[in-house]
C-alpha cells in the first residue's frame, strides 16, 4: 500500500460513516485528492465507480483538482459523484461548486441474529465464493457489478425456482465493517429475497468478525425500508452531489 493512503488510514477512525472512504482507500486502483487548505482533508477518488469519497472538510476549491483526475482516469466530469459530510455540501453548494445535491443516509446494525436467520431461511440461499460457478448463472447486470471490483467481494444470492434472483455484496470492507450492496431482478421485488440474500450474508460476515453498514440514498425509500427491516438504526449522513 502507498505510504500516504497507509498513513491515512491510520488516522480515520474505522467507522460506519467512513466505511466507504476507508474502504477504498485500501484498494489499489484509487487515488487521493488532498487538500492544500485544510490539513487531513481530501478525497479518495475511485474512478471504477465515477465515485469521490471525502475525509475531513474538502474545500470547494478541489473541483479543478478532481476535475483533472476524472479526466485523466477517462470519467465524464458530469458523472463524478462526490460523498462528503452535509456541511461540506452546502459549503460547495453555496461556492457554485455543486450541483443536483442529495443525501445519503448510513445506517449500523442494531438488529438480533435469530432475525437474521429468520429473514436468511425465507428462501433458497447460496454464498458465493470466488470461482464459483453460479455466478455464470447471474442475470448479467449482477454478474457485471461484482466483475467491476478490483477483487472478489463476499457475496450471496436467493434463489427461486433454482434460478439467482437476488445479489447482496461487500461493495467495500475495512478492518470490521462491510457496506451491503443489494439488487434484486425487477420482478421478484417487495417478496423478500434481497432481505434474505442480505441477511444469509449478514450472518457469514459475522462469523468472520465483520460488522455491516448500510448506504442509501435518502430518497430511496424502498431500500431504506428494507435497511430498518434487517434492523439497521440511523448512524451518519452524507452529502452528495456532483460537478457543476
Keep these: ?49 465515477d465515485l469521490a469519497a471525502a475525509f475531513g472538510a474538502p474545500e470547494p476549491g478541489l473541483a479543478e483538482a478532481l476535475t483533472l483526475a476524472a479526466r485523466a482516469a477517462g470519467v465524464d466530469r458530469g458523472h463524478l459523484r462526490l460523498r462528503a459530510a452535509p456541511e461540506v455540501m452546502e459549503e460547495w453548494c453555496a461556492e457554485g461548486a455543486a450541483r443536483a445535491a442529495g443525501v445519503v443516509e448510513v445506517f449500523s446494525w442494531g438488529g438480533k441474529p435469530e432475525a437474521l436467520a429468520a429473514q436468511a431461511a425465507r428462501h433458497e440461499v447460496r454464498v458465493l465464493a470466488g470461482g464459483d460457478p453460479w455466478v455464470d448463472e447471474l442475470p448479467g447486470p449482477m454478474r457485471r457489478e461484482l466483475e467491476a471490483l478490483e477483487s472478489w467481494p ?58 455491516p453498514v448500510w448506504s442509501v440514498a435518502a430518497t430511496n425509500g424502498p431500500s431504506v425500508a428494507l435497511a430498518k427491516r434487517l434492523g439497521f438504526v440511523p448512524a451518519a449522513r452524507w452529502g452528495d452531489w456532483r460537478l457543476p
Excluded at 505510504?3 to 467507522?15: F, I, Q, S, W, Y
Excluded at 467512513?18 to 486502483?29: K, M, P, S, Y
Excluded at 443489494?182 to 444469509?200: D, H, K, L, S
Design 154 to 211: 463476499a457475496a450471496a444470492v436467493a434463489m427461486a425456482g433454482g434460478e439467482p434472483v437476488a445479489l447482496a455484496y461487500a461493495f467495500v470492507e475495512t478492518e470490521t465493517l462491510w457496506d451491503v450492496s443489494v439488487e434484486t431482478t425487477a420482478a421478484f421485488r417487495r417478496e423478500g429475497f434481497g432481505a434474505c440474500a442480505a441477511a444469509a450474508l449478514m450472518l457469514d460476515q459475522a462469523a468472520a468478525g465483520l460488522a
Design 1 to 49: 500500500m502507498e505510504p500516504t493512503k497507509a498513513e491515512l488510514l491510520a488516522r480515520l477512525g474505522d467507522v460506519p460513516a467512513l466505511v466507504e472512504a476507508r474502504g477504498l482507500l485500501r484498494r489499489r486502483g484509487t487515488s487521493l485528492v488532498m487538500s492544500q487548505q485544510r490539513e487531513g482533508a481530501g478525497f479518495v477518488f475511485a474512478p471504477d465507480h
